[in-house]
């Protein structure tokens, strides 16, 4: 098939402005693994009863990675968690990793399900917290998160959601990169979900008035259809200032997957938004300004000038 003249431009377009993309346009290594470093602080909270922070982790067979993620929760000393761990059915020896942490998990189940979405639905369905949110499997948190989440939302009754920077990790949960982002621009979710999915918090009002479930339509996409309904129903989300969530790359992820399984569904959820599924270049054009922002800061970062723990 014939190369169109648009598609010729858009190539050396993209070509002479690599510099400026920032990395997390891109998933793989951006440099040598190194130890993750406790990029965490500890935050005092400004109330004696905090809010309760209800955390769903969905798995199915990753019990290589499942025990960092059930610690890096444990290991936010936060006084008010409930965990749920959704477990698909795993073969591996995931059970028994869930049945060692049984007596600080809140619920879990190990039963056939029809995806993440439906897990996820199982878990949100049985969690009473103020404050909710999801954690994959093979992902993490950083320490300090929960308390710093609950301190912003308690200064902040108006804010429905937050998030914040990511760090990458390998398999064997050495740094390889990290997603520096702007703060929050609601234009921006009609043309890309940018927003890294284990450092979202949400507060229950807003899970509610966004509709109060995953939609199990969705194999790949469910967070950013989350994101848009969100968006739809006034919710006000914020880029809070520091590092949140460690995401692991490996082979086996649903996100190295991306072109087999999310194309279609992110063209289904801008014709949801825009009334078209709009070409990639034009994508590209209307993420174009944040894309800069996002890599002003980068190298702003990486000279020193400006720093997020």
Not at 58 to 83: C, K, T, V
Not at 114 to 121: D, F, S, Y
């Amino acid at each position: 098939m014939p190369v169109s003249t648009t598609d010729r431009i858009v190539s050396f377009i993209g070509r002479k402005t690599r510099f400026l993309r920032p990395s997390f346009l891109y998933y793989g290594p951006q440099y040598s693994p190194r130890p993750v470093k406790n990029t965490g602080c500890p935050v005092l909270l400004s109330e004696k009863d905090p809010p309760l922070i209800s955390v769903v982790i969905p798995s199915y067979n990753q019990g290589e990675f499942l025990e960092s993620a059930i610690r890096s929760i444990l290991d936010q000393h936060y006084p008010r968690i409930q965990m749920l761990v959704v477990d698909g059915g795993s073969t591996d020896d995931s059970v028994d990793i869930i049945k060692r942490y049984s007596s600080d998990i809140d619920w879990w189940c190990c039963e056939p399900d029809n995806g993440q979405a439906h897990a996820l639905n199982k878990g949100f369905d049985r969690s009473r917290g103020e404050i909710m949110a999801w954690l994959n499997a093979d992902d993490a948190l950083i320490s300090g998160t929960f308390s710093r989440i609950a301190c912003y939302m308690q200064e902040r009754p108006d804010v429905g959601l937050v998030y914040g920077h990511r760090i990458l990790i390998d398999r064997a949960g050495n740094e390889i990169g990290r997603w520096i982002l702007p703060p929050h621009d609601d234009r921006v979710l009609m043309w890309a979900d940018l927003i890294p999915q284990e450092t979202m918090f949400w507060r229950r009002w807003a899970w509610e008035k966004a509709g109060n479930r995953i939609d199990d339509t969705f194999r790949f996409a469910m967070d950013w259809d989350l994101l848009l309904r969100f968006r739809a129903s006034g919710a006000k989300m914020v880029r809070l200032p520091f590092f949140m969530g460690l995401f692991r790359v490996h082979s086996g992820q649903k996100t190295a997957k991306m072109e087999e399984l999310g194309y279609e569904e992110m063209d289904r959820l801008r014709a949801s938004v825009r009334g078209y599924a709009p070409a990639r270049y034009r994508v590209a054009m209307g993420l174009a300004p944040y894309l800069l922002k996002a890599r002003c800061l980068e190298l702003l970062c990486r000279a020193g000038l400006i720093k997020y723990d």
